[in-house]
């Protein structure tokens, strides 16, 4: 499964912005799936992830209010809406899918088995 990601850019504190995540292959169903980032010298963490057909999400709490996972299955497309952004939300943001059942998804990176390249987001102050 390969994913692609895009949207990325700079934006002042406060503004907004909407990362999407594709599948490269329009023949492949997206399953469970979730955006982390990683900004530079710390490691991955987790931001959102939705399940399978939208019903379920879960955030981190940094996130929480801010950000909004949603998904359009017939577009084969994950989005990541973001608001009220901060200098601290620089990374770069990566979409990743998992195969394990939503109930069995937490938010650790060795759950997801396939990832997009990233997309930089930059928020200055």
């Known amino acids: 499964v390969q994913l692609v990601e895009s949207g990325g850019g700079l934006v002042q504190a406060g503004g907004s912005l909407r990362l999407s995540c594709a599948a490269a292959?329009?023949?492949?169903?997206?399953?469970?799936m979730g955006w982390f980032r990683q900004a530079p010298g710390k490691e991955r963490e987790f931001v959102a992830a939705?399940?399978?057909?939208?019903?379920?999400?879960k955030y981190a709490d940094s996130v929480k209010g801010r950000f909004t996972i949603s998904r359009d299955n017939a577009k084969k497309t994950v989005y990541l809406h973001m608001s009220s952004l901060k200098p601290d939300d620089t990374a770069g943001y990566y979409c990743?899918?998992?195969?394990?059942?939503?109930?069995?998804?937490?938010?650790?990176?060795?759950?997801?088995?396939?990832w997009g390249q990233g997309t930089l987001v930059t928020v200055s102050s």
């Open positions: 990743a899918q998992t195969e394990r059942p939503w109930s069995e998804t937490s938010r650790s990176t060795a759950d997801y088995k396939y």
């Open positions: 292959d329009r023949s492949v169903n997206m399953g469970n």
């Open positions: 939705i399940s399978i057909g939208g019903a379920y999400t």
